[in-house]
């Protein structure tokens, strides 16, 4: 299919470990946004990408909190030092505009951290 | 500081009738709002936009209002069918931004 793919689905870490999640946008989208989600709530905006600059990382929770776009296509969110409260759904979300008016997302990759 | 509230309770329903879901936002001037279907294990996936000079939006079951002074829009599925049960989420976009704030999403059971 032409969806967003993300990369792993699930991923278990031992505290302290660092992870590195993949997200494949639609191709030809410009826009690239991640989205952290606990259990039972709304997904909340980590960063955004347009092409490959990353245009608003205000949403990531710490410096241990990394992603990148480097050639304008596929991304990467890194954790280091994963901590439990870490643990939650990682989406990615592609748009085909430079402004999101509608977002097609990923399946998510669950993180657990244990 | 800013809040989208949506009923964080389930909401049960019998087949047939129709579901309304809300959404409610404070200290927000959005550009326009939007409503995403959510289904256990998948990431959301885009019903309708409505723009904040739109009073009402259709798609076939679906219907969406925008009320900018109650800072309300009401999400009505009609005819519902037990395939209709999922969480709904509603997100605001403003133009400070280019990002979408999610409410905390309502989930919907309709019985057979």
């Known amino acids: 299919g032409a969806g967003v793919s993300q990369s792993p689905r699930y991923k278990v870490a031992k505290r302290g470990q660092d992870v590195a999640l993949r997200c494949d946008p639609i191709s030809g989208h410009v826009s690239l946004f991640w989205y952290q989600q606990a259990l039972g709530q709304g997904p909340e905006f980590l960063t955004y990408f347009q092409n490959e600059a990353q245009l608003d990382k205000s949403g990531l929770p710490s410096d241990r909190f990394f992603a990148e776009r480097p050639e304008g296509s596929v991304s990467t969110l890194k954790i280091q030092r994963t901590q439990q409260e870490d643990s939650a759904v990682y989406l990615c979300?592609?748009?085909?505009?430079?402004?999101?008016?509608?977002?097609?997302f990923g399946p998510g990759t669950r993180l657990t951290v244990t | 500081s800013q809040k989208i509230e949506q009923n964080s309770e389930a909401l049960n329903i019998q087949e047939g009738k129709t579901a309304t879901l809300t959404c409610n936002y404070t200290n927000y001037s959005p550009a326009y709002l939007q409503w995403y279907r959510q289904d256990p294990g998948r990431g959301p996936v885009f019903l309708l936009l409505i723009r904040e000079n739109e009073k009402e939006k259709r798609k076939e079951r679906l219907k969406v209002t925008f009320d900018t002074t109650l800072k309300q829009s009401l999400f009505h599925i009609t005819a519902s069918q037990p395939a209709d049960s999922a969480t709904y989420l509603c997100?605001?976009?403003?133009?400070?931004?280019?990002?979408?704030?999610f409410g905390g999403g309502t989930r919907l059971m309709v019985k057979p």
């Open positions: 979300a592609s748009s085909l505009a430079q402004v999101s008016y509608e977002q097609y």
């Open positions: 997100a605001l976009y403003n133009n400070a931004g280019n990002m979408l704030t």
